[in-house]
């Protein structure tokens, strides 16, 4: 799947056609989004607006020095009539690891492991070797002014 948004507004409102269709899909564990895209290419617009269609009130910037911010999910209301309930979200910034060893002081394992979260991760392909199979990956791409392509893909993460 590709898609073009115009603006921050479009790329966030982006977020709520994809979920939908996401959450429909079997999965072991965690659904798990891997971003990645230069910098600046519009990962942390889309986590934003990923984070508001969940319901999160708190202000959702890219966890660079602290890797990982977790938020509780009280209602999500695009999977509330799927049938799909997430407890969790968590945003990661894999951007200062060196990769999969530097994310067992996280708990990642067990965080991808459970049903009940939702993962982002921006620059995901620094720690690619331990995200399931399953990862959902979207690549974001400058398109001149505030244009962003995003492509959205299943593919082996081992």
Same mark, same amino acid.
């Given at each position: 799947?590709?898609?073009?948004?115009?603006?921050?507004?479009?790329?966030?409102?982006?977020?709520?056609?994809?979920?939908?269709?996401?959450?429909?899909?079997?999965?072991?564990?965690?659904?798990?989004?891997?971003?990645?895209?230069?910098?600046?290419?519009?990962?942390?617009?889309?986590?934003q607006?990923?984070?508001?269609?969940?319901?999160?009130?708190?202000?959702?910037?890219?966890?660079?020095?602290?890797?990982?911010?977790?938020?509780?999910?009280?209602? /999500?209301?695009?999977?509330?009539? #799927?049938?799909? $309930?997430?407890?969790?979200?968590?945003?990661?910034? @894999?951007? %200062?690891?060196? *990769?999969?060893?530097?994310?067992?002081? /996280?708990?990642?394992?067990?965080? #991808?492991k459970? $049903?009940?979260n939702?993962?982002?991760?921006?620059? @995901?392909? %620094?720690?690619? *070797?331990?995200?399931?199979?399953?990862?959902?990956?979207?690549?974001?791409?400058?398109?001149?002014?505030?244009?962003?392509?995003?492509?959205?893909?299943?593919?082996?993460?081992?």
């Amino acid at each position: 799947m590709q898609f073009i948004t115009k603006n921050t507004q479009e790329t966030q409102k982006l977020v709520g056609k994809i979920i939908k269709k996401l959450v429909k899909a079997p999965r072991q564990g965690a659904l798990v989004l891997a971003l990645q895209g230069e910098l600046g290419a519009g990962k942390t617009t889309f986590v934003q607006g990923l984070a508001q269609a969940l319901g999160v009130k708190e202000k959702v910037l890219s966890p660079t020095f602290v890797i990982m911010k977790r938020f509780t999910i009280y209602d /999500l209301c695009p999977s509330t009539s #799927l049938g799909v $309930k997430f407890t969790n979200f968590y945003h990661i910034d @894999a951007y %200062r690891l060196t *990769g999969a060893e530097d994310t067992k002081e /996280l708990d990642l394992g067990e965080i #991808l492991k459970d $049903k009940n979260n939702l993962v982002a991760i921006e620059w @995901a392909e %620094r720690i690619a *070797g331990i995200l399931p199979a399953d990862t959902i990956w979207l690549d974001f791409q400058h398109k001149g002014g505030d244009k962003r392509e995003i492509k959205l893909k299943v593919k082996k993460s081992k």
